[in-house]
């Protein structure tokens, strides 16, 4: 045998443990990481030298359920918490909560028949599934999915709930929970009580989940032989005290999203875990009017590596109001403590702290807690063991259980935990609230999306964002509900417009962001893509409507085609039905339609709806049916139809003026015009962009 030389043994020592790593997937020196250390933690699913086989993460942890979530603005995923606590505190389940882009699908054909498998499903858009969901969407609905053993059916195995988040004012409502159990039906999986389904659209997501939750969990009891125990919290993250850190050591997290922006050595990708500090290049006020306020906002993104079409959505991460901060902090004896240094932990495997520690409460309540967002009558029945007196845990019990008269006291008014807690307890301090629980019982501050009112072929590196500053007057409530991200906007386009303390409405923002990193107006931004696009073949008619802040992505679309007719190509006939109130209040973008005109010529034309301007109310479905031979003309030549805006309103009644349009015109049916309405969606020759 020939005499191995150094580099032969060095070439094999390299093979063997190369081979080693392989197999063992790294386990044996594998260090434990700061989950935030990175932009990619969570972008390409589960960690590395994590497992993606949900049975195996099962087994390893003594879990026999999980909570599955599809989730794109964080209320799902609370869900999926939510369910997970109450199954471990009522039935004594062992829970975790996963998220489906972490986890692979191919052998749910394996799980054993003792374990129970939950998914907490939102319908994102036009029927889509979240960003998240995609990959096991697309997996579970294939034609024929590929299992890792030969079963008939192949899921005879799993044993699963379902619970859908939805809006009715969308065609395709809770498409992804319908979708989903229908696959799982069809493969002989065994459904435990109905599959639910929440409307965001009605107003009555949160008393959906409740009213689905209560005949489930009795129904899983049975079928798995469970047996209800008086539930009692149990904390899944501990709280410590830091007494050896400052807030200004520079290891501690003062509100930036990870370890990147903690150590100011940020790089893409910036997406919806890693935002870009992107500068503002301008912004100003659209309204003439006092009282309501409309921006226009342009982000500069060349100095990141983010990209944008014409269509897409800009997402906004917005900072909480300091007064609503204080508040909170003051409800829960916190202010003396606000600077103080605390890491949270989780108390198990599976769970996952929802922000970087060690942080500060300050940091915490200002950056990480949507502590502004109306509360949920669940979680005041955990809130109510540890009211500061008998009267206050009456009450809390009271709204706990009785639907109603939490509606009345609590929903209609949009009070946020802080404000109901301080009215509860009329002012004592609720010092004995864990805060474990309200870092478990709040969601996460979620980034905000607006449609993109400019174009990538004119600016590819500039976005811009049209949006009405939130502000609802609502009876019984002292002073109205402001929108977290839009007065936040509010008072970064004060600053950059020369006011030093802007204090928007009296409220105070810390715009200059955690160690003064977004100095100089800048904001924290990511791009999501959308569907919503101009047709291809740049000659097709297009009829968009977009009543108010709804014609931002149509501004793209007018500047898109103003912007291919000026580089010499041609475009075809390009009409805009644009409402607001009045021509000299609200009239959105009203000199740049006049340029669009004078560059597009008998090619563009905008069609203007004001509802308080003359004896009787206007609308844009009005003008639409004034037009109607020249909208089915156009529609029979192949023309797209956009609409974008209120949900619940216009874009239904948009929608059925078309119908009445397509049966007068044509002179036929209603019921095959509406078919017809259909077939154009199907086909994305009509597209909606809508919200509620």
Known sequence: MAELDTLDIIVLVAALLGTVAYLTKGKYW???????????????????????????????????????????????????????????????????????????FDNLDTVPTDKVFMFVLATYGEGEPTDNAVDFYEFITGESPSFTLDNDPPLGNLTYVAFGLGNNTYEHYNSMVRNVNKALQKMG???????????DGAGTMEEDFLAWKDPMWKALAEKMGLEEREAVYEPVFSIADREGLTNDAPEVYLGEPNKMHLDGTTKGPFNAHNPYIAPIQKSYELFNVKGRNCLHMEVDISGS??????????????????????????????????????????????????????????????YHMEICAPVSRQFLATLAAFAPDEESRAEMTKLGNDKD??????????????????????????????????????????????????????????????????????????????????NYLLALKEKQNGDPNPTPFGLSYEIMGPRNKYDGIHV????????????????????????????????????????????????????????????????????EWQE????????????????????????????????????????????YFYVCGDAANMAREVNSVLGQIISIERDIPEAKAEEIVKRMRSANQYQEDVWS
């Open 524 to 591: 924290p931004v990511h791009v999501r893509h959308s569907n919503f696009k101009l047709p291809s073949d740049p000659t097709k008619p297009v009829i968009m409507v977009g009543p108010g802040t709804g014609v931002a992505p149509f501004r793209g679309f007018v500047r898109e085609r103003r912007k291919m007719a000026e580089n010499g190509q041609a475009v075809g006939k390009t009409i805009l039905f644009f409402g607001c109130r009045k021509s000299t209040e609200d009239f959105l973008y009203e000199k």
């Open 30 to 104: 594998a260090v434990a990481k700061d989950p935030y250390a990175s932009s990619f933690s969570g972008l390409n699913g589960a960690k590395a030298g994590k497992t993606r086989n949900i049975v195996e993460k099962m087994e390893e942890s003594g879990k026999n359920c999980v909570v599955f979530y599809g989730s794109q603005t964080g209320t799902a995923e609370d869900y999926a918490s939510r369910l997970a606590k109450e199954g471990k505190s009522r039935f004594g389940l062992e829970t975790m909560v996963a998220d489906l882009e972490d986890y692979d």
């Open 305 to 366: 590596n983010l990209s944008y079409q014409t269509g897409d959505h800009i997402a906004v991460w917005p900072t909480n109001a300091g007064e609503e901060v204080d508040r909170f902090l003051d409800v829960f004896d916190l202010t003396s403590k606000r600077h103080n240094v605390i890491s949270v932990k989780a108390l198990e495997p599976t769970a996952k702290v929802p922000f970087p520690t060690p942080t500060t409460f300050d940091a915490i309540a200002r």
């Open 189 to 199: 999986a065994h459904r435990i009580g109905e599959a639910g389904e929440g409307d």
């Open 405 to 486: 008269y939490f509606h009345s006291k609590v929903n209609a008014h949009y009070l946020n935990v802080a404000r109901l807690l301080a009215i509860v307890s009329k002012g004592k301090k609720w010092t004995n609230v864990p805060f474990s629980a309200l870092v478990e019982g709040i969601t996460k501050l979620q980034p905000r999306y607006y449609s993109i009112s400019s174009s990538s072929l004119e600016q590819p590196k500039l976005i811009s964002i049209t949006a009405v500053v939130e502000s609802q007057h609502l009876p019984g409530r002292g002073e109205p509900f402001r929108g977290v991200s839009t």
């Open 596 to 639: 669009a005109k004078q560059v597009l010529g008998d090619k563009f034309e905008i069609v203007t709806a004001f509802s308080r301007q003359g004896p009787k109310k206007v609308y844009v479905q009005h003008r639409l049916k004034e037009r109607a031979k020249e909208i089915n003309e156009l529609l029979q030549q192949k023309a």
